[in-house]
């Protein structure tokens, strides 16, 4: 089973923490974003050409959320997208949120302070960061009204949504806290203490450990 993945991409993370999760294990190939070469044959696999690409006898799947869920139908006895129609429902609920509002909110952010001097070799525009807090807010605080008596996502433990969720949030201490709005943002809506903590668990076992942000980056978001 093989993972075409990016060590700086969040969507990519998500897919290692499950797979790490149920023990599964994955060759990978780190695709660098910025090599023409690399952008070609990732075109071949991913019609998108975006990472995470899932290969698997014989099969190319990409979407992270949808890998997370081949992920764990091949493992028996997990709890990470546990068995029902209302608890997986449930859990889907959390991935598409994850991929259509939470991630891109925070990856303005992202984009903007941590990846945009490298990619582009420009400051982050005031006016992107603007708009970043005001959709971050948004969201931040529905996540946050929503864990505010649970201590998970989904049910009463650990599932791929907090994984989904939290991954985007590697970049905390580079792209998030350090500046400005997001910090002042993240302040005011707290979004979520445990998915927070979550992170900082998937940071510490995730198959790739978080990076700092290096001028020798080998690809952009
Ligand atoms: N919806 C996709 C998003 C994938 C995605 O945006 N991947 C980024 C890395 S985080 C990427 O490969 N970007 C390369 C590009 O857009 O050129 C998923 O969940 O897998």
Redesign the pocket.
Known sequence: MHLYH?PF????RRVMMTALHLGLKLDVTEIN?GSPDDRRRLAEINPN????VLEHDGMLL????AIMQYLAELAPQQTLYPEGRRARADVNRWLFWA?QHFSPSVGIFTWENVWKKFVEGTEPDPVELARGAAELAQYAQVLDQHLENREWLCGEGLTMADFAVSAPLMYIDDGLVRKGAAAACLAAHQPGLVIYQVMLAGAQSAASPRHTMEPSLSG??
């Open positions: 990016n991409s969040s969507n990519a974003l050409v975006k990472v995470p990409w979407e992270s959320g991929c952009h978001p």
